[in-house]
């Protein structure tokens, strides 16, 4: 039987829509590139060697770029604290997973990400207003949140962490 971890919660990402037009846009332009590539070796296939590198880098941007449009559409972070804190991001094509366990870990906070490039934090790749410090580094969820959400997170995952402390100790 599997038993509840001690807190959960998932975070969905809000849809910027300027964003995902913009990158739809961008994904189709390069699509048709990338076509127009592919549809020109068909007639000279000598020149493979010559636009193989192209070809593959320009794919590489394209699923990098439909990762983006999916992690505005369907994006969810998810916290779980159980005998361990792992943190999830789901709802796009690479699913990361990033596992801390209490020995690395050191606290919780929230804050604003003015650190964190712009461009960074508009494109979802970073940020947000939840920091677990862990090892002498820090991981941001909650890209979403206002500070007074990140504040009632951030309040309620170390009452239960206080309470496991306390049942431990």
Known sequence: MDRKPRYHIKLR??????????????????LMILSTII??????PGSIKDLALAVVLLALVIIFVLDRILWQIR???????????EVLKKGKIFTSRKVITFSEFESFDYGN?????????VYGI????II??????????????????????????????????????
């Open 39 to 44: 549809y020109g070796l068909t007639g000279d």
């Open 75 to 85: 994006g969810v972070e998810i916290l779980v604290i159980d005998e361990n804190i």
């Open 113 to 121: 990400d003015d650190k964190i490039p712009l461009i960074i934090r």
């Open 13 to 30: 990402k809000t849809t910027s829509l300027t964003l995902t037009l913009f990158l739809g846009a961008a994904m189709v332009v390069g």
């Open 126 to 129: 970073r940020g947000g207003k």
């Open 132 to 169: 677990i410090n862990y090892l002498g580094r820090s991981l941001r969820m909650g890209q979403d949140l206002s500070v007074n959400q990140a504040k009632t997170i951030v309040d309620e995952v170390d009452h239960i962490l206080g309470r496991m402390n306390d049942n431990i100790g």
